[in-house]
């Protein structure tokens, strides 16, 4: 057993946490030819009723040092809220958004990370907070993703509520699918964001772990900010505006050809940096 196991979780959650503020501050990166920031996605399973105090006494501290010290852009806890029971894969779901690969490396090699908690917490005895942080929860595993397109170009005021769509998208399709979600989404997501249903809508796609074993290799994000927004229906006659001629429903079978959407989340909002 590794003395600072904690660590690691910590460290590949971190990771989880890339995906969500890259969202919303370095869009279309690739296309400015600037360096993308590195968005990973990880899930934990509470284990007992310590984690709020756990976030507040080492969680957020440690991830707030990160972010101070420029290790991190941002980070953010969301709590699965659907699918839930024995249907839900992870209680809750850690963002962290690394600004750059010195950043990502960091995370994934636990010397560094024990470096930056001996900072972050001078004096303490790392060995009981670990097994304090392993008591409440159980790490599950994390995927790293980078964006691919979104419509905002700033991170919203308002994240409370996302809902996250995981695509498997074959290989043969990759260049398709994107095209498909930028040419023919893309516009209606914007149309309900001017309607004030929508708060902002990004895709990424996934980088790590690599291979079709590990689910979706595609994401969308969805933020509503609110149920109320979720639950509010797109006007009838939203499609037709932006795509003269067009029918929607032929475009959901025709991206429906290019990729299974293989799971769906709703996302609540938990713990984030202030």
């Not at 360096?35 to 501290?61: H, L, R, V």
């Not at 074993?213 to 797109?234: A, C, H, K, Q, W």
Request: proline content about 5%; some cysteine.
């Amino acid at each position: 057993m590794r003395t600072y196991a904690w660590l690691s979780s910590l460290r590949i959650a971190g990771i989880l946490a890339l995906l969500f503020t890259f969202i919303f501050t370095q869009q279309l990166a690739a296309q400015d030819n600037a360096t993308p920031a590195y968005i990973s996605i990880g899930c934990f399973k509470s284990k007992n009723q310590d984690m709020n105090a756990i976030a507040k006494e080492i969680w957020i501290p440690f991830m707030t040092h990160l972010q101070k010290t420029g290790k991190i852009m941002d980070w953010m806890v969301y709590r699965v809220v659907s699918p839930n029971g024995e249907d839900c894969d992870c209680d809750y779901r850690e963002v962290v958004v690394h600004p750059d690969i010195a950043s990502l490396n960091m995370f994934l090699l636990e010397e560094g990370m024990m470096e930056a908690a001996a900072v972050a917490f001078p004096g303490a005895d790392l060995m009981s907070m670990g097994k304090r942080f392993e008591a409440a929860m159980t790490f599950e595993g994390s995927q790293t993703f980078v964006m691919v397109d979104g419509l905002t170009t700033g991170k919203p005021d308002n994240m409370d509520l996302l809902v996250v769509n995981y695509m498997t998208v074959p290989e043969t399709n990759f260049m398709d699918y994107v095209e498909m979600e930028i040419e023919m989404f893309k516009p209606f997501h914007m149309a309900r964001k001017e309607a004030g249903i929508l708060l902002s809508w990004n895709l990424l796609n996934r980088i790590l772990p690599f291979g079709s074993e590990f689910g979706g290799n595609y994401m969308t994000i969805d933020n509503y900010g609110s149920l109320e927004r979720m639950l509010t229906p797109v006007p009838p006659e939203t499609w037709q505006k932006i795509h003269p001629g067009g029918n929607a429903m032929v475009a959901y079978q025709e991206v429906a050809k290019l990729r299974d959407l293989t799971r769906s989340e709703v996302w609540k909002l938990t713990y984030s940096l202030e």
